[in-house]
């Protein structure tokens, strides 16, 4: 009895294992997960762009215009990328970059919406040279391998630097450092920044030729200037 009952056991056994085998096998040979593919960017519309920026253009269509508190100038726009002011403006509207009044004015856009104001505010994109403009600062070599050595990034998804604004320049760095711009890559490399080398940084950017411009107000010829 107790041999039939080991037999049993032992037969049981060897089935357990061949089912578990054979379990093995089918999900070896089933195929991976796939990961979902990355939505398409939506193609932007400048004209309809245009129509919806005539709040943005309160602030970045008059040249020299400076936030109110804390104070610094307003980014030029005209020049960059589409896909950079894109995510630009997703960042605002999550929160991944800390402002109030532009939170507020992203929050109202829909995806398309974003994607027409990118397109019109962007214009012609700046072309790069891939060539240094002088020596390159020590505190900004780094930076120039994303940024581009003449200011005009290598990729859409990176801001070009050229003739920006210095004073927004340094403001940007400092909120990398502080946290309110979550962007984890230019944390890191913003962290470790001294004052004088972010003062450094952004004057060699900013000096940059061809510049960013500001997007005219086509309806007003009102300047600080």
Do not use: W
């Not at 990398?176 to 920044?193: D, E, H, T």
């Amino acid at each position: 009895m107790r041999r039939r009952c080991g037999s049993a056991v032992h037969a049981g056994s060897v089935a357990a294992l061949a089912a578990y085998a054979l379990a093995g096998v089918a999900l070896a040979q089933a195929p991976a997960p796939q990961t979902p593919a990355a939505p398409a960017a939506l193609p932007g519309d400048g004209h309809r762009g245009k129509e919806l920026s005539y709040t943005c253009l309160g602030c970045h269509g008059i040249d020299g215009y400076r936030n109110a508190y804390p104070d610094y100038s307003v980014p030029k726009l005209e020049g960059q990328s589409p896909e950079y002011l894109m995510s630009a403006l997703h960042d605002y509207r999550t929160g991944d970059r800390s402002h109030l009044t532009m939170h507020s004015q992203a929050s109202e856009l829909s995806d398309q919406d974003i994607a027409d104001i990118a397109v019109f505010f962007a214009g012609k994109p700046l072309t790069a040279s891939g060539k240094p403009q002088g020596t390159v600062p020590k505190a900004a070599t780094l930076c120039t391998s994303c940024h581009g050595q003449d200011g005009v990034a290598i990729a859409p998804m990176y801001p070009s630097l050229a003739g920006q604004h210095g004073d927004y320049l340094v403001r940007a760095l400092e909120e990398y450092q502080k946290g309110g711009r979550k962007n984890p890559i230019m944390k890191g490399l913003a962290a470790p920044l001294k004052p004088a080398e972010i003062t450094e940084i952004a004057a060699y950017f900013s000096a940059l030729t061809p510049a960013l411009k500001t997007e005219p107000r086509p309806y007003t010829s009102f300047s600080t200037q």
